[in-house]
């Protein structure tokens, strides 16, 4: 049974810096996958933040977090990072991580496209 599960999350103050974990378990995260992290601010409809597919070595960042986010990986512990810096409180949204296969990083961060396990989020609230 594949299980993706979300850590990192929590309060932040604006300027600063969090990472969110995605550590993986049921598969492995290799070359035959796309990998993303989405966020759902309250009322608010899902986004995509930030896809990477290590078939092609593309990565997609949303506009709004080009710059301050970071998208890597870690082959040992099969687990994806998002490092988050220079927090806004727009970033404050509930951040899930996901995994699909093939796709090109634009469709699945901004189609959803192909994306067949969640994780079930971990909350992050930036403010002062």
């Known amino acids: 049974q594949v299980q993706l599960v979300e850590s990192g999350g929590g309060l932040a103050q604006p300027g600063t810096s969090l990472r969110l974990s995605c550590a993986a378990s049921g598969l492995t995260l290799n070359e035959y996958y796309t990998i993303g992290w989405f966020r759902q601010a309250p009322g608010k409809k899902r986004e995509g933040v930030s896809c990477?597919?290590?078939?092609?070595?593309?990565?997609y960042y949303a506009d709004s977090v080009k710059g301050r986010f970071a998208i890597s990986g870690d082959n040992a512990k099969n687990t994806v990072y998002l490092q988050m810096n220079s927090l806004k409180p727009e970033d404050t949204a509930v951040y899930y991580c996901?995994?699909?296969?093939?796709?090109?990083?634009?469709?699945?961060?901004?189609?959803?496209?192909?994306?067949?396990?969640w994780g079930k989020g971990t909350p992050v609230t930036v403010s002062s």
């Open positions: 996901a995994v699909g296969g093939i796709t090109p990083v634009q469709a699945m961060c901004q189609w959803e496209y192909d994306v067949y396990h």
């Open positions: 990477t597919s290590r078939h092609d070595g593309r990565t």
